[in-house]
């Protein structure tokens, strides 16, 4: 099958990469480029596991197809840090113990980054529903939606 | 000699140190099995499944999968080198491969080796298979009603002269309870990856709760002895009793493939294969008879509660058997007989699942209870309150256990207390009593959770501690970590034994070839029984080192104190490092193997008697809800709990499991619904259909404590209690509080069995109305 040839930006870098026209931007990431944070959990759009941004808007990749990425610009949870000085979102996950098994932490990192990208002043109602497209088996979600109430206080200055 | 570092407490005990992979985790550099580099070579795997939910499979043709573009191999039953079988139990009742016949919609059948994961896929459904169906039964009531087999040996529990008992209580009720079945939904699937080695040897990387099982597993159906299988996982991505035998197949049909294509294999269901063929919670069916008086207690209670076992027995013995176990939640019953009926269905075989049986029969005790004080127009609470457990007399449980610990009487006052129960109830009755579409309720709900496995052999734990030159620790256990905590919790008992920063000790991933035998991190047990075996590591290490130092300077041994941040040899304090170095140069054995049995306990299954736990855990919650009353849906609006975790060994771990447990309790008993259709399929099959609790879902106010001044009566590491499954039964207060807000539309019971989705709450509107 033939290789589709794409040029994209990836977390502030100029990236091509070759996939096949069937491989979600999901794959392209895990599997062709080792950007093993983004993960799949579900593989229909239902569980925010593998959220990405494109252009700065929330996606889920596995919904996406890899050839799509073409001229977008691509956010991951590995672009969420700044070389080893985490973003104060990844912070506040520390700082109020809201992960477990953390398989779904990337995806709610890059999907609370897009909300506080957006607005420094969510209510708790708003994080609340921007998150409710991520799912999480194990905390429970209060620790979750504190600390991101936490970082936008955090954030203003507040 | 040197003065020690100042003592820290960073990595202390009893500290709310972060999770070991925290930084990982909000890095994305964590690495689950599906991240680690593949070797060279790597194929991949993907199952072929039933189509039919009881079938003969009268013709198999998968020529036309072999000849798929990128297939390797197929296998099938007959390419099992060793037995077609996983039956964790022996029952032989389990097999990899359907083999003749097929005994559920989604049983496994065949398995495509593809050089892609997608060609593997794809070429499954090119598989022709001709089926003769046979009768099939999905539902456990018609499982009864057809007098179908038990998957396993049914247990009854009993005291007194139940008929008399019945007979004589001035008051009776008579009832039947379903209640739902779940779904783990770990976000990480079930995934195995096999790498052969020479010979017969075979290393598997399984997201499994109980490796040695697997190793277990793998040998049987290889065909070797265990020593050729080494069974490693770092971490899993969630498993909550889904991975303790579920894996196990996975794992087999990876080294089977991997051993005879001598190449590594990887398999990772999708999510839709894995909600199809993995096993879930049982769903209950429960019988209930039960005489009390008018002031609400309880004198006898007979019940009889069958489970949907799925086609094969798996863990179904020991999980009905705790269903019974805990049918008495925290309550006294004079008379007694509670009898499991594990039922065979043609349904995926179900499993562990956080609580083990336990739910089930915590929530047909809250119904008991709820049925009582409506027929007397009672608070329930005042009905839970009459029925504790208490003084002599009224302290032994079904199973003839003494309950010596219970503090439910100073938990609940204290949270009646600080949560309003009684001004907030008063406040809502009223509030009902003047109508409106909108109803409330609200309830307070007690935990007790026996804690060990009532296997009593599975009551064992290993560790290994190495102690290099440089002082640094290398920690291996018998448990494994799926989140929950637990390899932080070991390496603070560790670091806190030899007095060294936290950051010394180094978590490895759990190995078949570390630590033997191991039983599953299941039960809530993983802490007390890993703790208790590192820290017996530890301290024959310390043991050494004392000896070691007391002779070399010349001090009573009980002069050299292992203190925070440095050794303290008479009067002098010795950095860890350099009392190390020196006792390898004065060849000082530095590693030890630790191990642990829980003791005391005893459980005689033919006679129902005996003392399976070794303490019991508690907890009570209370939740408010608001229900619509013209359609069904609600809102759990706040949640108050305190819970007792002992003298907690990392209370923000802890706090983790309750909130966690609270809210996939909640899940469980509200919007998580498993449905079959008439042909057997499970329709509920991917997070589309499958409904768990979202951030939008969970209360809005959630007070969660800790009861800080409980500390262990039993002799547990440091004096802690299990907290894996305990709090997931907290959410039986949502349960009863949406009952009380069904309720409050008409006189009579509502009958709101579990899963309370919108629906089944309409129609409970309807019955508290006189409705069907």
Redesign the interface.
């Known amino acids: 099958m033939s290789q589709i040839h794409v040029t994209t930006k990836i977390n502030g870098d100029e990236t091509e990469f070759l996939c096949g026209p ?1 491989e979600t931007l999901l794959d392209v990431l ?1 599997d062709h480029l ?1 950007m ?9 759009g ?2 925010g ?1 593998c959220s990405v941004t494109v252009d700065g808007r929330l996606v889920c990749s596995c919904l996406m197809l890899g050839a799509e990425a073409e001229g977008h610009e691509i956010g ?3 672009g ?2 700044k070389g080893d000085e ?1 973003h104060p979102v ?1 912070k506040k ?2 700082d109020h ?1 809201a ?8 995806g709610f ?1 890059v999907a609370a980054k897009a909300l506080l990208d957006r607005t420094l002043e969510p209510t ?2 708003e ?3 921007w ?2 497209g ?12 504190r600390a991101v109430m936490d970082t936008a206080a955090e954030l203003r200055g507040a | 000699m040197m003065e020690g570092p100042a003592p820290t407490s960073e990595g202390r005990l009893h500290d ?1 140190v ?2 070991d ?12 099995i ?2 680690m ?1 593949e070797p060279t070579g790597t194929l991949h795997a993907c199952l072929g499944l039933a189509e039919r939910a009881h079938a003969e499979i009268v013709a198999m043709d998968l020529s036309a999968v072999a000849e798929a573009q990128g297939v390797v191999a197929v296998l099938t039953a007959a390419d099992i080198p060793g037995a077609n079988d996983v039956s964790p139990t022996g029952k032989n009742d389990d097999p990899v491969f359907a083999e003749g016949a097929v005994e559920f919609h989604g049983q496994p059948i065949f398995a495509v080796i593809g050089e892609t994961r ?1 060609a593997a896929r794809r070429a499954v459904s090119r598989a022709v298979i001709g089926y003769r169906d046979l009768p099939h039964v999905t539902d456990v009531s018609d499982a009864l009603e057809r007098v179908l087999p038990h998957v396993t040996e049914p247990l009854t529990l009993s005291r007194g002269d139940i008929a008399a008992a019945l007979a004589a209580a001035p008051r009776r009720l008579d009832g039947r309870m379903r209640i739902g079945g779940q779904d ?6 079930q995934i195995a990856m096999a790498v052969p080695g020479e010979d017969d040897d075979v290393l598997v990387h399984s997201s499994t709760q109980h490796p040695s099982e697997v190793q277990h597993m793998v040998a049987h159906v290889l065909g070797v002895p265990s020593n050729a299988v080494t069974v490693e996982v770092r ?6 009793g889904g991975k303790e035998t579920q894996g196990n197949l996975f794992a087999a049909v990876a080294a089977v493939a991997a051993k005879r294509l001598g190449r590594p294999v990887k398999i990772r269901p ?2 839709d294969d894995d909600m199809v063929a993995t096993g879930k919670r049982h769903d209950f069916l429960v019988d209930y008879a039960v005489g009390y008086d008018d002031d609400g207690r309880i004198h006898a209670v007979d019940a009889q509660f069958a489970a949907r076992c799925g086609f094969s027995a798996d863990l179904s013995g020991p999980v009905t058997d705790r269903a019974l176990f805990h049918a008495d939640n925290a309550y006294y019953y004079p008379a007694v007989r509670l009898a499991s009926r594990p039922m065979k269905t043609n349904t995926v075989s179900n499993t562990a699942f956080r609580g083990f049986g336990g739910p089930q029969g915590v929530i047909a005790a809250e119904r008991i209870i709820a049925e009582i004080a409506h027929a007397l127009g009672r608070d329930p609470l005042e009905i839970r309150k009459a029925n504790f457990y208490g003084e002599p007399g009224r302290d032994v449980t079904p199973y003839h256990q003494t309950v010596e610990d219970n503090i439910l009487p100073r938990l609940i006052s204290e949270l009646e207390t600080s949560a309003g129960y009684h001004e907030r109830r008063a406040e809502i009755v009223a509030e009902n009593a003047r109508g409106g579409v909108i109803r409330r309720g609200i309830a307070l709900t007690p935990v007790k959770f026996g804690i060990s496995f009532t296997a009593t052999w599975y009551n064992q734990a290993g560790a290994l501690v190495h102690v290099y030159r440089d002082g640094s620790v290398h920690l291996n256990h018998g448990g494994t970590e ?4 637990l390899f932080t919790k070991v390496a603070q008992v560790a670091a806190d034994c030899f007095g060294i920063p936290l950051d010394r000790v180094k978590i490895t991933a759990t190995t078949t070839g570390k630590v033997p035998n191991t039983s599953a991190t299941a039960a809530s047990s993983g802490s007390d029984l890993n703790g208790m075996a590192a820290q017996d590591a530890c301290e024959q290490i310390r043991r050494r080192l004392t000896a070691f130092a007391a002779e070399k300077w010349a001090v009573p041994e009980d002069e050299v104190v292992f203190e925070p941040g440095a050794v303290r040899v008479g009067a002098e304090r010795i950095a860890f490092p350099d009392l190390i170095e020196a006792a390898y140069m004065a060849r000082v054995h530095l590693s030890a193997a630790g191990f642990y049995k829980t003791p005391g306990i005893h459980w005689d299954r033919a006679a129902g008697k005996g003392k399976p736990f070794f303490y019991f855990a508690y907890g009570a919650a209370v939740s408010e809800v608001r229900i619509d009353t013209l359609t069904g849906e609600y809102i759990v609006d706040r949640v108050d709990i305190l819970h007792d975790v002992g003298r907690s060994l990392n209370p ?2 802890d ?2 499991q309750v ?6 309790g909640m899940g469980w008993l509200t919007t998580e619904e498993l449905w079959w259709d008439d042909a057997g399929r499970l329709r509920t099959h ?3 259909t499958y409904k ?5 879902d ?1 209360p ?1 106010v ?1 007070n ?1 404590t800790l009861a800080e001044w409980s500390e262990n009566p039993a002799r547990t590491i440091r004096r802690s209690k299990a907290v894996g499954e305990p709090p997931l039964m907290l959410a039986a207060s949502v349960l009863e509080a949406l009952s009380m807000a069904a309720g409050s539309c008409g006189p009579h019971f509502p009958h709101l069995d579990p899963p309370a989705t919108p629906e089944a709450v309409l129609m409970a509107c309807e019955r508290a109305r006189g409705g069907p």
Do not use: W
Not at chain 2, 23 to 32: I, L, P, S
Not at chain 2, 482 to 485: C, I, K, L, N
Not at chain 2, 692 to 696: D, G, K, V
């Open positions: 069937e895990r080792g093993t944070g983004t993960k799949e959990g579900c593989g229909t239902d569980c596991a991951t949870i590995e969420v840090a985490l990844q996950f520390l113990a992960l477990q098994c953390g398989i779904c932490t990337p990192l708790e109602e994080v609340r529903y998150l409710a991520n799912l999480c088996r194990c905390t429970g979600y209060d620790k979750i939606v | 709310p972060a999770h992979s925290a930084h990982k985790h909000v890095a994305g550099t964590a690495v689950y599906d991240d580099v997608e783990h939904f770990y976000l990480e699937g971490r899993m991505g969630g498993a909550f999708d999510r799926m989140g929950q905590g923000a771990i706090r983790g909130e966690g447990g609270f809210i996939q991917a997070p589309s768990i609790p979202l951030a939008s969970v809005r959630f969660v």
